[in-house]
């Protein structure tokens, strides 16, 4: 595990749209894992400059999505799918093709079905050749929250307390309307990607990025799992990198 320190979350931002960017010159119709939340969204907005100025394109691409919310109308601008297509979907964002974007089915009839679909339509896709993480304070990595099997594959879960009070925000601040359950790809699912960018900003996730990078292996603390990944590059700013200790094998990365 690589892990670079920048002195804020825009600067690590750019880094990791850079690999992006290299990646997909390389090969255009590559598989990209992305993720939401907001801490993806200085690289997204790197991205899309990147594609107005012709260093990128993702008309080609492929990208799968983390997780969704199960049962969020089909029109909510919450829901995992919009989130994204406001992200990246477009010749006015980055190129890559609303049918390029794959995103679990939140809403449908059976969602362990859907769940089980979605990880086949991964696998068929050829897998994910580089996915976008963040991390929850909790150590969640897409939705699998503390706990979670380590050799999981995309299924339904339940969101935690905390978790739903982390994301209450993007719903007016109003618990009761954050969804119960999701549907979310399992850390088999995840570490079966090629290579992976986890990013991770501000104090809120100093204790989790302390564990990640610097803890026993443990489901306690779900994103620990990536130590075993032979290709994981961490972008941390200054106070997400705050709790690692003085000997902790960390690049940082001036300005
Ligand atoms: C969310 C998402 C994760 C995301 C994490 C952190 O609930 N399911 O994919 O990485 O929590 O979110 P944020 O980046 O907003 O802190």
């Given at each position: 595990?690589?892990?670079?320190?920048?002195?804020?979350?825009?600067?690590a931002?750019?880094?990791?749209?850079?690999?992006?960017?290299?990646?997909?010159?390389d090969?255009?119709?590559?598989?990209?894992?992305?993720?939401?939340?907001?801490?993806?969204?200085?690289?997204?907005?790197?991205?899309?400059?990147?594609?107005?100025?012709?260093?990128?394109?993702l008309?080609?691409?492929?990208?799968?999505?983390?997780?969704?919310?199960?049962?969020?109308?089909?029109?909510?601008?919450?829901?995992?799918?919009?989130?994204?297509?406001?992200?990246?979907?477009?010749?006015?964002?980055?190129?890559?093709?609303?049918?390029?974007?794959?995103?679990?089915?939140?809403?449908?009839?059976?969602?362990?079905?859907?769940?089980?679909?979605?990880?086949?339509?991964?696998?068929?896709?050829?897998?994910?050749?580089?996915?976008?993480?963040?991390?929850?304070?909790?150590?969640?990595?897409?939705?699998?929250?503390?706990?979670?099997?380590t050799?999981?594959?995309?299924?339904?879960?339940?969101l935690?307390?905390?978790?739903?009070?982390?994301?209450?925000?993007?719903?007016?601040?109003?618990?009761?309307?954050?969804?119960?359950?999701?549907?979310?790809?399992?850390?088999?699912?995840?570490?079966?990607?090629?290579?992976?960018?986890?990013?991770?900003?501000?104090?809120?996730?100093?204790?989790?990025?302390r564990?990640?990078?610097?803890?026993?292996?443990?489901?306690?603390?779900?994103?620990?799992?990536?130590?075993?990944?032979p290709?994981?590059?961490?972008?941390?700013?200054?106070?997400?990198?705050?709790?690692?200790?003085?000997?902790?094998?960390?690049?940082?990365?001036?300005?």
């Open positions: 595990m690589r892990v670079l320190v920048f002195s804020d979350a825009d600067r931002g750019a880094a990791a749209a850079a690999e992006i960017i290299a990646a997909f010159r090969t255009p119709d590559g598989v990209l894992g992305v993720a939401t939340g907001s801490t993806p969204e200085p690289l997204y907005a790197r991205l899309r400059y990147a594609h107005a100025t012709g260093a990128l394109s008309a080609a691409a492929r990208a799968f999505a983390l997780d969704e919310y199960v049962g969020l109308p089909a029109e909510h601008p919450q829901r995992y799918r919009n989130v994204l297509r406001a992200e990246l979907v477009g010749d006015h964002r980055t190129g890559l093709r609303d049918t390029g974007l794959h995103t679990p089915d939140g809403l449908a009839a059976d969602p362990h079905r859907a769940a089980a679909d979605y990880d086949r339509d991964i696998r068929a896709a050829g897998g994910v050749d580089l996915q976008i993480l963040g991390i929850g304070a909790n150590g969640h990595i897409g939705f699998n929250e503390p706990g979670a099997a050799a999981g594959r995309t299924h339904v879960g339940a935690t307390e905390q978790t739903r009070r982390d994301n209450a925000r993007f719903f007016g601040g109003e618990l009761p309307r954050v969804p119960t359950h999701c549907i979310t790809q399992g850390l088999g699912t995840i570490c079966e990607a090629r290579r992976i960018l986890l990013l991770a900003f501000g104090a809120r996730k100093a204790e989790a990025v564990h990640l990078v610097a803890g026993e292996p443990t489901p306690a603390w779900p994103a620990t799992v990536l130590q075993a990944h290709s994981v590059t961490v972008f941390l700013d200054a106070a997400a990198a705050h709790s690692l200790g003085p000997d902790a094998a960390v690049e940082f990365v001036e300005d």
